[in-house]
Structures are given as structure tokens and as C-alpha cells.
């Protein structure tokens, strides 16, 4: 069974930087998974800011994190990282982090992703 928890979250300055963790304590994952960061504000819509394939680790961002953004994992340690660099005070939200094997090329979509991680705020402040 697949069990995700985030943890790293925190207030930060416009300008910061904060490592999440996403970690997964039940099932390991095979090679045809797909672990993406979403993250959700207040009256909005989850959106889905990166994600990785463990088929051959390839990674995609939304345009608004490129550049800034980092996702990647531990093989060893089951466990999806996203490394956030200059951070904007638009980052500010829940981010939760999901996986599954249905996702396909719809990263960004979750409709796709059955399990889910309880959360972690992100607060930056201008």
C-alpha cells in the first residue's frame, strides 16, 4: 500500500529556499510510476508544479517553477524530493504530492492519482 508524507515545509522571505520531502512508507516503487508535486491555494484549483517517472526519471514542470524548481528522488530512501529556489510569494499554498501508474503523460492532472500525501504549507512572505 502506497503511503505518501510530506514534510519541509515552512514560512520563508521572497527569495528563499525550502526542500519538501515526499515520502513513501508502504509500497516501492517500480519503474512505471509517476510522483508529482501539486500545490493549492485558497479558491483555486490544485495545480500540478512538477512531476518525476521512475520509468527513466524524467522530469516536467509548469512554466511558473521552471528554472526555480527542482524535483527529484532517493531510490534507497523511496522518497521524492522538491528543492524550491527563489521563492515568490505566488509559491504560497499547500503542497501535496501524489502518486500513481495511471498518470501517463497527464502529469499535471489530478484526476489521475489515487494516493495522496496528507500536505505540507509553504508560506512566502514579500
Known amino acids: 500500500q502506497v503511503q505518501l508524507v510530506e514534510s519541509g515545509g515552512g514560512s520563508v522571505q521572497a527569495g528563499g529556499s525550502l526542500k519538501l520531502s515526499c515520502a513513501n512508507s508502504g509500497y516501492r516503487y517500480s519503474s512505471y510510476w509517476c510522483i508529482t508535486w501539486f500545490r493549492q491555494t485558497p479558491g483555486k484549483e490544485r495545480e500540478g508544479v512538477a512531476a518525476?517517472?521512475?520509468?527513466?526519471?524524467?522530469?516536467f514542470y509548469a512554466d511558473s517553477v521552471k528554472g526555480r524548481f527542482t524535483i527529484s528522488r532517493d531510490v534507497a530512501e523511496n522518497t521524492v524530493y522538491l528543492q524550491m529556489d527563489s521563492l515568490k510569494p505566488e509559491d504560497t499554498g499547500m503542497y501535496y504530492c501524489a502518486a500513481d501508474v495511471r498518470a501517463g503523460i497527464s502529469w499535471y492532472d489530478s484526476a489521475k492519482f489515487d494516493h495522496w500525501g496528507q500536505g505540507t504549507q509553504v508560506t512566502v512572505s514579500s
Open positions: 518525476l517517472y521512475t520509468a527513466d526519471d524524467a522530469t
